[in-house]
């Protein structure tokens, strides 16, 4: 109880806590490559750019969960499904964010698709729900995201990210409102063997985040990974397999005065092979 008290304690004093609804990225894939994923075309696209949604093929469910620096009030789960169709693509999640003391729920839903071959537009809308102390009161918001997404080839990706673009409050009360945040960034797959991505987050009250990550692929099922992310500095690493229609994943981010934040993933595929480079 003591370490985790004085571990929150400064995390409220650092850049390292997240604001109340701060975007959050999500899936193993993005994790291990230093959370670069808004260039990612795959089933964790509704929360990470909504346009990737419409470069994927099928019906696709998944589970993701993170640990934060091994703190349990910390921790957060994701469940996501989304299908792709001749009309476009849906998608949605829920996550759960925190502990007793302080948890958001965050309901996801909604809507990609391509304008010829090569360009996606996605919109999706969420629900958030902040339960605090009584002292503090609950609050709750709805608002919304957009993504674009170019593929010019089979090689290369970029994507641009906007959420909560419209000023919301929290609650009643006009003190707190959520963070709008812009993201931009690309991949690049290099003989279908080594992919490099690389993103730039910035949000109206904070410094810009870089993020940067790389993937390696070895024949068939298992991809390596690792990358960095700035704001606060963060090392990380993960390991990709496929076996048929099931994805699994794991990751770890390392930062240097908070350890480590371990992910995990499963994800089920049932539609035909992506269209993109992503797995």
């Known amino acids: 109880m003591n ?3 004085l571990l929150l ?4 004093s650092s850049d390292a806590l997240r604001a109340a609804g701060d975007h959050i990225v999500s899936g193993t894939k993005a994790a291990g490559m230093g959370y670069a994923s808004v ?3 795959n089933l964790w696209s509704t929360g990470n750019n909504p346009a990737g949604m419409a470069f994927t093929r099928g019906l696709q469910a998944g589970i993701y ?3 934060r620096f091994l703190v349990p009030e910390l921790s957060m789960g994701t469940l ?3 299908y792709s169709c001749h009309a476009g693509a849906f998608g949605g999640f829920v996550s759960h964010f925190g502990g007793e003391l302080y948890s958001e729920l965050k309901v996801v839903a909604g809507y990609s698709r391509n304008f010829g071959k090569k360009f996606a537009a996605g919109l999706v809308f969420d629900y958030l729900h902040i339960s605090q102390e009584e002292f503090y009161g609950n609050k709750s918001a709805v ?3 957009a993504g674009l997404m170019y593929r010019p080839d089979t090689k290369w990706s970029l994507g641009i990210h906007v959420v909560n673009p419209v000023p919301v409050n929290l609650g009643s009360g006009k003190d707190e409102q959520l963070p709008v945040i812009f993201r931009a960034g690309f991949s690049k797959l290099f003989s279908n063997v080594v992919e490099v991505a690389g993103e730039i987050e910035k949000s109206l ?3 810009p985040v870089i993020r940067a990550g790389l993937e390696y692929r070895l024949p068939r099922v298992l991809a390596l990974r690792a990358g960095f992310s700035s704001q606060p500095q963060m090392i990380t690493a993960g390991i990709g397999m496929v076996f048929g229609s099931l994805h699994l994943g794991l990751a770890s981010s390392w930062q240097p005065e908070l350890g480590y934040s371990p992910q995990a993933e499963v994800v089920w595929n049932i539609g035909k092979k992506q269209m993109t480079n992503d797995k």
């Open 9 to 12: 304690l400064f995390l409220l």
């Open 205 to 207: 009250d904070c410094k």
């Open 80 to 82: 996501a499904i989304s």
């Open 143 to 145: 608002s919304f995201e």
């Open 39 to 41: 260039a990612a075309a």
């Open 65 to 67: 969960a993170e640990n």
């Open 3 to 5: 370490k985790t008290i």
